[in-house]
């Protein structure tokens, strides 16, 4: 089972982001997804999840502006990114909860992709 992210680079202050991420692999079933991000010289944080049924919780300084989303027949999901602030510059990381077809449970991520917001 591997994690793929797509969608980072650098934009302008105001401007939007999407990320996608691909779970493939031997998959019984996904549980919650989600993004984390780490900026330079700062721990690792939850950015946004969303759970199978599509309950989303994000971090209050994303709301109003990220929202997360997935699409369960492709094991995909994405974050939309809008009015975006020099402090959301970080590595985007991609997690997701997943039960192997050989039923083993494991929590996989992505490699990371960078998001860069800088005039």
């Known amino acids: 089972v591997q994690l793929v992210e797509s969608g980072g680079g650098s934009v302008q202050p105001g401007g939007s982001l999407r990320l996608s991420c691909a779970a493939s692999?031997?998959?019984?079933?996904?549980?919650?997804m989600g993004w984390y991000r780490q900026a330079p010289g700062k721990q690792r944080e939850l950015v946004a999840s969303?759970?199978?049924?599509?309950?989303?919780n994000y971090v209050d300084s994303v709301k109003g502006r990220f929202t997360i989303s997935r699409d369960n027949a492709k094991n995909t999901v994405y974050l939309q990114m809008n009015s975006l602030l020099r402090e959301d510059t970080a590595v985007y990381y991609c997690?997701?909860?997943?039960?192997?077809?050989?039923?083993?449970?494991?929590?996989?991520w992505g490699q990371g992709t960078q998001v860069t917001v800088s005039s």
């Open positions: 997690n997701a909860d997943i039960t192997t077809a050989s039923f083993v449970r494991t929590n996989y």
């Open positions: 692999g031997r998959i019984f079933v996904i549980r919650n």
């Open positions: 969303v759970t199978s049924a599509g309950s989303t």
